[in-house]
């Protein structure tokens, strides 16, 4: 086997594994490890017998429940025999003496992928058909039955953002780095103001233009990758946490705040919270800015997760210190819309 400084070992054991588990394996194959990720490295493996996605759990000690690629072994599968477009999966491995840590196989989707939600490039009307696109997908996601998906056991329905807050408030704190004040306040007012429940379905947890990859040529969505945090529960929870791009700038977490985004051809947040309403058939979303709090709450705390692997040398990405850093300014931000609320 040979590596790109791909962090894999070159060892025979993946070979013989990639032999036994992907139909029509034909090997050796050559690692490249794909740029951006922060949490589980994935690498592409291009071989004879033509080319795959390899995603692992990260080598080290990280936190308990998180890098859970076997829960995103299981909703890919599910998601695949319902026609939702992600990548189809392969084959699992959760032996860890195969290159150290469990991982799994999937297909290459070939395609574009896109960090600046500004699309730089893009023709207006280009812009406005994958916003809607993007748009149409979440919706979609968010329609369909987690029982009809054979994922009614995919996550504890009740009680989705006291558990929520209280997970990422833990994980927060078991990566502490320095007091962050607006974090304190903020964690206080999402413990005091939770909204009532609403009908449980799949969420992604991290739907971002960055986690889709968009057809070759045309402006419309062919898959969603990454659904690590995926679970069961509350919807507007997740498409709030996909539209904080629109609260965050550019500078900060490549947001929409402060873009004219009609110049663009992006629709403004109003206009895309239609959009979602008439492709789900729900009523306006209540309590939106709480969700908006806990949506950027939630980034800080990731944040504040990345800046712990940093310093303990457990982090995927090169830039992960820069990431690390925007932790407090995004609990500034969550801070200030919860703020408002209680003003």
Same mark, same amino acid.
């Given at each position: ?7 894999? *070992? ?7 594994? =990639? ?13 490249? $490890? ?6 589980? @490295? ?12 390899? %995603? ?5 000690? +990280? =936190? ?11 909703? #890919? ?9 992600? *990548? ?24 574009? &992928? ?30 369909? !039955? *987690? ?11 009740? /009680? ?25 306040? =903020? ?15 799949? +969420? ?5 233009? !960055?986690?889709?990859?968009?057809? @070759? ?6 898959? +969603?990758? !990454?659904?690590?945090?995926?679970? =069961?529960?509350? *919807? ?6 996909? #539209? ?33 309403? %008439?492709?789900?058939?729900?009523? !306006? ?13 939630? &980034? ?22 820069? #990431?690390?850093? $925007? ?5 500034? &931000?969550?801070? /200030? ?7």
């Amino acid at each position: 086997m040979q590596s790109s400084s791909a962090g894999l *070992p070159a060892q025979d054991p993946l070979e013989a594994w =990639l032999a036994a588990n992907v139909p029509g394996y034909k090997g050796p194959a050559t690692i490249t $490890k794909f740029e951006g990720g922060q949490s589980n @490295p994935t690498f592409r493996l291009d071989a004879a017998s033509g080319s795959v996605v390899l %995603r692992r759990r990260p080598q080290g000690a +990280v =936190l308990a429940s998180a890098h859970a690629i076997d829960r995103e072994y299981k909703v #890919m599968a599910a998601l695949a025999g319902a026609d939702f477009p992600v *990548p189809q999966v392969i084959a699992y491995c959760e032996n860890t003496e195969v290159i150290g840590s469990a991982f799994y196989v999937m297909e290459l989707v070939r395609g574009r &992928i896109f960090w600046d939600p500004r699309l730089p490039g893009f023709l207006q009307q280009e812009r406005t058909d994958l916003f809607r696109s993007v748009n149409e997908t979440i919706a979609r996601l968010h329609t369909l !039955d *987690p029982e009809e998906l054979g994922l009614g056991d995919y996550g504890r329905p009740e /009680n989705f953002l006291r558990r929520q807050v209280a997970r990422w408030s833990k994980q927060y704190r078991a990566s502490e780095t320095e007091h962050i004040a607006a974090m304190e306040n =903020l964690i206080a007012f999402l413990n005091d103001n939770f909204p009532p429940e609403e009908q449980s379905r799949v +969420v992604h947890g991290d739907f971002r233009l !960055d986690n889709i990859i968009v057809h @070759p040529s045309e402006p419309r969505v062919v898959a +969603v990758l !990454d659904w690590e945090l995926s679970t =069961l529960g509350s *919807p507007a929870a997740d498409f709030a946490y996909h #539209m904080t791009a629109w609260r965050l700038s550019p500078a900060l977490l490549r947001g929409l705040e402060g873009e004219d985004l009609q110049a663009l051809g992006i629709p403004n947040e109003p206009a895309y919270r239609r959009l979602y309403r %008439r492709a789900t058939g729900r009523a !306006d979303i209540e309590h939106w800015e709480y969700y908006l709090a806990f949506a950027v709450f939630r &980034i800080a705390a990731i944040c504040q997760g990345i800046a712990k692997r940093a310093l303990d040398g457990t982090a995927s990405s090169p830039d992960a210190v820069v #990431m690390g850093a $925007k932790a407090r300014p995004l609990a500034e &931000i969550g801070w /200030n819309i919860a703020r408002r609320l209680t003003a």
